[in-house]
């Protein structure tokens, strides 16, 4: 049951028939979409598909399958994401540079974050920050199963990035923290936890979280702002309020008539009983002055420790496609991969920031024997080559990831790569009788 007062707010902003309308839309089933990974070229589902139109990897799926059953899924080579959310990648398209370098503020469970990395490619650098510690490993592994290098996983507040980096980041996004008024169908808790006392307290969280955030921004930089709540108070009013206090210009966004969005004033909002989606709204906004400075002269000053020397480091650099692309560290016993491009950046943020993962995961040290992560395996610039590898059946798949013993009679004794339809799922190491599995045992399947 909708909250009376929330039925009562759609009243100030929608006609009396759409209120209606969208409230029946609340009652119904929520729509099942996913997002493709470049990993892979096609789909796999064995249901209707329909393509997401603001998105050409994103795909309505006409039921929702089991995807704890699908090791296609757990290999990254798609994210179950809402629709409406993926109307990010129109405003990066139209605004964004893939040379940027860019912070998702409020980033699990990491579906824009996926998201903005691909756009960016080689060329960019996202940093991926979550405040909530129980969400950011959430975070950090959809990252790394995505497979990009280019993002640091980062567990700061808001406020860290505000006094510590200054003008830095090209672009900033705040899906801000909110009343979920948009996933009332997803989300019965997010039903029994509304009311207008919540809606306030949203607002003024939202506003210091920008507040904080902003000296962040470089000038001329964009702040991409979104929710996933209907009322103007979290919305059209916060992005006047950043407007005015802050000092930014609004921005349009190209949209076309068949997607059903409605133009707020200023923004967009997703309304279900119109987009195929859920409740969501976006709005774009350009920090007022102009910083053209290139991002060695935004860095701030600060003192980077000498680096270990890499042990190992010349059959390391032969497990990946473009190792020119990559510096590679060693964090006691693991040695780790990140863009060699922003490779000052990331040591500062190392040094100042609560760094959950920075680029990927490439070894173990195990005495003298460099050990396989499983991140590696993950990654795109994975060179399959340099590992002797094996086709599961579905069966032995959902074994190894369940992290059970799997058994590779026919194959040498030594580390070996398991993929199942071609596409890497990690590592085993066969001893003969059975393989020691390296799956992650914090990834694990534990119910099927």
Request: hydrophobic residues 35%; contains cysteine.
């Amino acid at each position: 049951m909708l909250p009376v007062e929330f039925i009562e707010s759609l009243h100030e902003q929608l006609a009396p028939n759409e209120v209606q309308q969208l409230c029946q839309a609340l009652e119904t089933t929520p729509v099942t979409s996913i997002r493709l990974n470049d990993k892979i070229d096609y789909l796999t589902f064995e249901c209707d598909t329909d393509e997401v139109p603001w998105h050409e990897d994103g795909y309505y799926l006409s039921e929702r399958p089991q995807f704890t059953l699908d090791p296609l899924f757990h290999a990254g080579c798609y994210y179950v994401q809402e629709a409406s959310s993926m109307f990010v990648e129109c405003v990066l398209q139209q605004y964004l540079s893939r040379d940027s370098v860019v912070l998702d503020l409020c980033a699990a469970p990491g579906g824009k974050s996926t998201l903005i990395s691909q756009y960016l490619g080689d060329a960019g650098l996202l940093v991926s920050n979550e405040v909530v510690r129980q969400r950011v490993f959430i975070l950090s592994e959809n990252i790394q199963k995505w497979g990009n290098g280019n993002t640091v996983v980062t567990h700061n507040q808001a406020a860290d990035f505000g006094m510590r980096l200054p003008s830095l980041f090209d672009c900033i996004l705040v899906d801000a923290p909110c009343s979920g008024e948009g996933m009332f169908r997803k989300d019965d808790g997010a039903i029994s936890e509304w009311s207008e006392k919540n809606v306030n307290a949203c607002v003024e969280r939202q506003r210091k979280i920008v507040q904080d955030v902003w000296d962040a921004l470089r000038p001329g930089g964009l702040l991409i702002y979104s929710t996933c709540t209907f009322n103007p108070w979290e919305n059209e009013e916060n992005v006047e309020w950043i407007a005015e206090t802050l000092g930014a210009d609004i921005l349009p966004v190209n949209t076309h008539p068949s997607w059903g969005i409605t133009e707020g004033h200023p923004g967009y909002h997703f309304y279900p009983h119109k987009t195929k989606g859920e409740g969501f709204y976006l709005c774009v906004l350009r920090k007022q002055g102009q910083d053209n400075r290139s991002l060695d002269k935004r860095l701030p000053k600060v003192k980077i420790p000498a680096a270990q020397p890499v042990e190992q480091a010349q059959v390391i650099r032969n497990w990946v496609q473009h190792p020119e692309r990559w510096v590679l560290r060693q964090q006691d016993r693991f040695i780790v991969a990140y863009p060699s491009k922003y490779k000052d950046l990331i040591d500062i943020l190392s040094k100042q920031f609560i760094c959950i993962s920075t680029g990927f995961g490439i070894c173990e040290l195990r005495g003298k024997y460099p050990m396989p992560q499983h991140t590696l395996s993950m990654t795109k610039d994975f060179r399959q080559e340099a590992f002797k590898s094996a086709e599961l059946s579905l069966e032995q798949a959902l074994s190894y990831l369940r992290n059970e013993a799997i058994t590779l009679p026919n194959m040498p004794t030594e580390v070996i790569l398991v993929k199942y339809e071609g596409v890497p799922l990690g590592f085993v190491k066969n001893v003969g009788n059975h393989c020691n599995n390296l799956y992650p045992k914090e990834w694990r399947i534990r119910k099927l």
